[in-house]
């Protein structure tokens, strides 16, 4: 783990602290991983199916028993597809939390539609703070994936309504945010409060898909949520693109070109 102090963090008279936490295990650069050695010319097994990994509570834990009690895990979904918002969430659990559905939370791209819906009922009725935010097809083309992204994020801090003491995201900083942060290398897999907003995050744009599935009619964003899928480009290559698309992304620019 490496740990960069920020000076100048505005209004809080103090210097703001950066982890980056690299995934555990992983081979660090200038290591050599062994190659598996097969013999006797048989093919091997196929290694056992993993079960999907379950985040914990280990990184707010260590932040409430110091004292820092309104901790943020924040999450983005919708970086891949050629329409549709890119959404991010902000949740802040009580301090020393639990709950029995908890034990339920996982990544959002590991759990059932139905899941995920039941979960994120109990996140906003639970939690001590949620905020949303969201940046459009338009934004991405007009300022980039990356900067949409991060002031969706920052969307997503604010609608908490109280600045929070740390924030926890999934691999990402957020440079112009004044405050204490981690980026965890799958975060959502491996701490709750991430999780919880990879859940509250995926909900909320599949609700705004829905919307515009009724907007744009013939493109079935409600079934494959802006995802390049092969029903959504022979879509695309029938209609055309829509105001929802990102014409900055090959596949939609490309089609454009050649209408």
């Not at 103090?14 to 555990?24: A, F, Q």
């Not at 390049?228 to 929802?244: F, I, N, Q, S, V």
Request: charged content about 20%; hydrophobic content about 45%; some cysteine.
């Amino acid at each position: 783990m490496s740990e960069t102090r920020i000076a100048g963090s505005a209004g809080r008279g103090r210097g703001v602290t950066v982890r980056r936490l690299l995934r555990t295990g992983a081979a660090t650069e200038g290591q050599c991983v062994a190659p598996t050695r097969v013999t006797g010319g048989s093919t091997p097994p196929p290694p056992p199916r993993r079960a999907a990994p379950r985040p914990d509570l280990r990184h707010e834990l260590a932040l409430w028993r110091a004292g820092v009690s309104r901790v943020a895990g924040i999450d983005e979904v919708g970086r891949g597809p050629l329409a549709g918002p890119v959404v991010a969430a902000a949740v802040v659990l009580p301090a020393f939390f639990g709950a029995s559905w908890l034990d339920r939370v996982r990544d959002s791209k590991m759990l059932a539609p139905h899941r995920r819906e039941q979960l994120a009922g109990d996140i906003w009725s639970e939690a001590l703070a949620v905020g949303v935010g969201a940046a459009s097809a338009a934004d991405i083309d007009r300022i980039g994936l990356t900067a949409a992204t991060r002031a969706a994020m920052t969307a997503a801090v604010a609608g908490l309504g109280f600045p929070p003491d740390h924030i926890i995201l999934d691999a990402v900083l957020l440079p112009e945010q004044q405050l204490d942060q981690t980026a965890l290398i799958d975060g959502d897999a491996r701490c709750v409060t991430v999780a919880c907003a990879s859940i509250i995050a995926k909900v909320a744009r599949d609700a705004m898909m829905m919307t515009l599935d009724v907007v744009y009619p013939g493109y079935n964003f409600a079934r494959h949520k802006g995802y390049g899928t092969a029903e959504h480009l022979r879509a695309l290559d029938r209609l055309g693109d829509c105001p929802a698309h990102r014409r900055s992304f090959a596949p939609v620019r490309i089609r454009t070109r050649l209408s």
